[in-house]
């Protein structure tokens, strides 16, 4: 969430529906800000939710007919002014708009909020776990943003998961409960060295003793590759295998703690 004071009074941008409706509770949020009215709160075209502050249905600026020309109007918020029309996209980034009372340029990636942050935010937390559990990764995204929409979600979703911060979060989730679950890569490596050396079937040796290679370095695996090793492994508990793990290793550190 972000806030700014415009004449001793603070506005405010919320990351999501969830933490909009905190503050704001029974409020309903218009999809589409274009046919809002003023007052209304929207979704922005960067998927935070924003509230417009000025609402004009015409342009009056006969000094650049080109540009305002098909215009519906334009809206105005805490962050900028925008043109009414198909292809302007209403962003809430405030570095990008020094004076609200200009309109705004055309944005060219409505997620290039998404694609510079640096630091794991609390809901890519939740979509992350909601990936480990075993949700696809659109009900992982719905879940996490409280999204309706599943052609939204795919998108999202989709754009989520190229993110490095991300696939980390994910990674260590994954880690941490295959080790309530008991497995390590000594665990790993025994089983695997155990089909290499007993099975009677040719295939199953040779493919054992190539994850044996991957994961011990002999078959030119990095050293991030063996660290997130279990990965492969680890797909196909279901969600409550991956609860009573949890909760089991949690009752194990409190016992050793006592």
């Given at each position: ?72 109007g334009w809206v105005r918020t805490v962050v900028g002014s925008f043109l009414n029309r198909p292809n302007v996209k209403m962003d809430t980034d405030f570095s990008s708009h020094p004076n609200r009372y ?157």
């Amino acid at each position: 969430m972000e806030k700014k004071s415009i004449k001793n009074k603070t506005h405010y941008v919320y990351d999501g529906l969830e933490e909009f409706l905190e503050s704001n509770p029974g409020t309903n949020v218009v999809f589409d800000w274009r046919k809002a009215n003023e007052g209304d709160w929207v979704y922005s075209d960067d998927d935070r939710i924003i509230q417009l502050l000025k609402v004009s249905k015409s342009v009056n600026h006969p000094g650049d007919r080109k540009n305002y020309k098909y215009a519906n109007g334009w809206v105005r918020t805490v962050v900028g002014s925008f043109l009414n029309r198909p292809n302007v996209k209403m962003d809430t980034d405030f570095s990008s708009h020094p004076n609200r009372y200009t309109f705004s340029k055309k944005i060219k990636n409505t997620n290039k909020r998404v694609i510079d942050r640096k630091k794991v935010t609390r809901k890519e937390r939740e979509f992350a776990t909601n990936i480990v559990v075993g949700m696809g990764a659109i009900e992982a995204y719905k879940n996490a943003y409280t999204e309706l929409s599943d052609n939204k979600a795919r998108k999202k979703a989709t754009i989520l998961l190229k993110q490095e911060r991300v696939m980390k979060e994910i990674e260590k989730s994954v880690l941490d409960v295959a080790k309530g679950l008991g497995i390590d890569h000594e665990y790993i490596l025994g089983k695997l060295k155990g089909l290499a050396d007993y099975s009677e079937d040719d295939n199953i040796i040779l493919q054992s003793a190539k994850e044996l290679g991957k994961i011990v370095g002999t078959s030119g695996a990095t050293i991030k590759q063996r660290e997130v090793g279990l990965l492969g492994v680890f797909q196909g508990f279901s969600p409550d295998e991956l609860e009573g793990a949890t909760r089991e290793q949690k009752q194990i550190s409190e016992g050793e703690s006592e």
